[in-house]
């Protein structure tokens, strides 16, 4: 793939980034729910929401590192954040933050199993449990299921949104684009790491029809309803929000996940261990689109079939109007809050505490 100049890219993330102030100014920016913000280490912040259940079960919500957290929140009718409180859940956010000089090898090992320990860690001391649920989204669940897999006496269970967990060149949209690239060891970028808008440019060339077509498509439909066409905006506002991501990060993902399939192959190894499927024995659950081309069902089931957890299941989500990216939208859509979370949460909180 030939990249555009890095400084072009840069300026490309400071027009969204204004654009999205402007749209914030016009009253689509995100309407969070108040939360205590703790520094856990480099690269990583962690939200802790007010519970009324201090007794409830804890969760930790795991985003994708590419754009922003509060997805997750991004409004109250339209919160993961406020189902999980609604559910008597002791909730707490993971907010990756933008990698400094001093993050940029920062890989795997890193964000799939040391930061998130780390914020695992802060979660039980906090409450007291001894294992807490994963709930990841995209490459964030992703790491939830390594992590995981390497550690499973800190995880409870695991829910996966659309989390990619098969690779390889025939399971989703990226798999041959990222095939037809050059080797991604060493990106010629500059040492803040690989711009957002980079990214949006190949998700948009991987998959035009999810992320173009379909973006044009939702607002035409959502155009009717303030309501409907209220949350478009606010999410449209989030795409804007770029986020740089780790080199090192970047080649782990291209290299050892998308060309090498190290995870379903059980040869991936985190922190001097090797994770795969077979060392995944925490009950999971998968919700899965079977329309999309970016996370398709091929890219989740093989691995869900083959992992070692006794305790397994499989939702579907079939999209929703207002949500402007679909693969967003078990996050953000009306039919995924009404539908699809209160399964989600009664299969979590159902779960027993103890293996």
């Known amino acids: 793939m030939t990249r555009l100049p890095d400084i072009a890219l840069d300026m490309l993330d400071q027009i969204r980034r204004a654009t999205g102030l402007l749209f914030d100014a016009l009253g689509s920016g995100p309407r969070t729910t108040p939360s205590t913000v703790l520094n856990i280490a480099p690269g990583v912040r962690l939200h802790v929401y007010p519970s009324a259940s201090p007794s409830g079960s804890p969760v930790l919500l795991v985003p994708a590192p590419i754009k922003r957290s509060y997805i997750w929140d991004i409004e109250p009718d339209l919160s993961v954040v406020a189902r999980c409180l609604e559910h008597g859940m002791r909730v707490h956010l993971v907010e990756w933050t933008d990698p400094g000089r001093a993050q940029q090898r920062f890989g795997l090992d890193q964000y799939a199993d040391r930061l998130l320990v780390e914020c695992l860690r802060v979660v039980t001391e906090r409450t007291g449990a001894q294992r807490v649920p994963l709930v990841g989204h995209s490459l964030g669940g992703t790491f939830s299921a390594v992590c995981a897999a390497r550690h499973p006496d800190l995880v409870t269970a695991i829910a996966l949104?659309?989390?990619?967990?098969?690779?390889?060149t025939d399971a989703g949209a990226f798999t041959p684009f990222v095939s037809a690239t050059p080797a991604a060891s060493s990106p010629p970028l500059s040492a803040g790491g690989v711009p957002g808008s980079l990214l949006d440019i190949v998700a948009a060339t991987a998959a035009p029809a999810e992320f173009q077509l379909d973006r044009w498509t939702d607002f035409v439909r959502s155009a009717a309803d303030p309501v409907t066409l209220a949350s478009y905006l606010r999410v449209l506002r989030w795409t804007m929000d770029e986020f740089r991501l780790p080199e090192h990060l970047f080649s782990d993902v291209?290299?050892?996940?998308y060309r090498a399939d190290e995870f379903m192959r059980g040869t991936l190894v985190v922190d001097g261990r090797p994770v795969g499927a077979a060392t995944l024995v925490v009950p999971m659950l998968n919700v899965v689109d079977p329309r999309?081309?970016?996370?398709?069902?091929?890219?989740?089931?093989?691995?869900h079939e083959a992992a070692a957890s006794a305790e397994k299941r499989v939702l579907e989500y079939h999209g929703d109007t207002g949500v402007a990216v679909q693969h967003v939208g078990v996050l953000v859509g009306h039919n995924a809050h009404r539908d699809l979370w209160p399964e989600i949460l009664g299969w979590l909180t159902g779960l027993p505490t103890s293996r």
């Open 254 to 257: 291209v290299e050892r996940l």
């Open 292 to 303: 999309s081309d970016v996370v398709p069902t091929c890219s989740i089931m093989p691995f």
């Open 161 to 168: 949104l659309e989390a990619p967990l098969h690779f390889g």
